[in-house]
DNA sequence: GGTCTTAAGTTGACTGTGTCAACTAAGGTT
DNA sequence: AACCTTAGTTGACACAGTCAACTTAAGACC
């Protein structure tokens, strides 16, 4: 049984994204899901950096650079040189880039609530709980050797 | 804090990916994953055609016809006319195929192991019961009307 | 028998996601 | 100065997922 949580995880997620997909395009936001990911990060953390956003959704620099990219061209975000460290960046959302987050935010929230629809708050922490400890697990284990 | 339930899922979708890859790279495998998962289906499901396979992954028919034909090239799996339904088709493990799934299912059963490492069998069973009540959730749902 | 519809599979084109390697530029070290 | 590290950029590529148009085969119906 335990080998199955493999195809579990697939399927979920699957359906997931789909969800998402399906009820931003349905309110019109057509942007894909990691720029929204990314949206919440640079609304998160303060003086977010696009490695802080790297670091937080274990995903690759090029990637974040090329999200950027399209946040900041279609005004969603900027982008300052940091003052005390021109290496890095300072991200922030625009005006328009919170009013988006805010409507995403609120889509989130509906779609969460329907995904959870017959769970009780104690499965879902519990959910929630043991996808960390897996997570750890898998980053300890020694097929995934992250030097950090 | 329901709301993060969405990152919690991309994160660990992103580490067992990683760990799989890593994993089946590491023994010489080095098929992607979505062929993997074909492999597992024609295996499970006597006389499976293709359809069975974009059902059970809920994914797409072209993408289904695609991991075929490289499998079919590879040698893993033998495509035949079903003699009943010519418009169907009844796909079969070859002996190569049969072995390397064999190989795919020990590794598998040693990832799981991994990733499950400190938790009780019954917070696995919770765990995959959970997601099952919530892909349901999914399907049901207003956003994602599947006609079927 | 001849249309009409549905089902299974194929193909092409395209978006999104993830990864790798080579590179620039800035900062720190000695 | 020479050297190393870090943040970010760029190019190239593989994989994953989606959509629409198409072929072929079966079944339904007059």
């Given amino acids: 049984m335990k080998e199955n949580i493999g195809e579990s995880l697939h399927k979920l997620m699957h359906h997931y994204r789909h969800q998402v997909r ?14 929204i990911r990314s949206l919440k ?22 990637q974040i650079t090329r ?21 890095s960046q300072l991200l922030s959302l625009t005006k328009r880039g919170s009013e988006l987050l805010t409507r995403i935010t609120m889509l989130d929230r509906v ?9 009780t708050d104690q499965q879902i922490e519990d959910f929630i709980h043991i996808s960390e400890i897996m997570v750890n697990n898998l980053n300890q284990s020694p097929f995934c050797d992250n030097h950090g």
Same sequence: chains 1, 2.
């Fill in 22 to 35: 399906e009820t931003a395009a349905k309110s019109g936001i057509l942007i894909p899901v990691s720029h």
């Fill in 41 to 62: 990060c640079i609304n998160k953390i303060t003086n977010c950096s696009a490695k802080d956003i790297a670091d937080r959704l274990s995903l690759d620099k090029s």
């Fill in 111 to 119: 779609a969460a609530q329907n995904m959870t629809q017959n769970l």
């Fill in 67 to 87: 999200v950027l990219k399209e946040l900041v061209s279609s005004g969603y975000v900027e982008k300052i040189r940091s003052p005390d460290n021109h290496r």
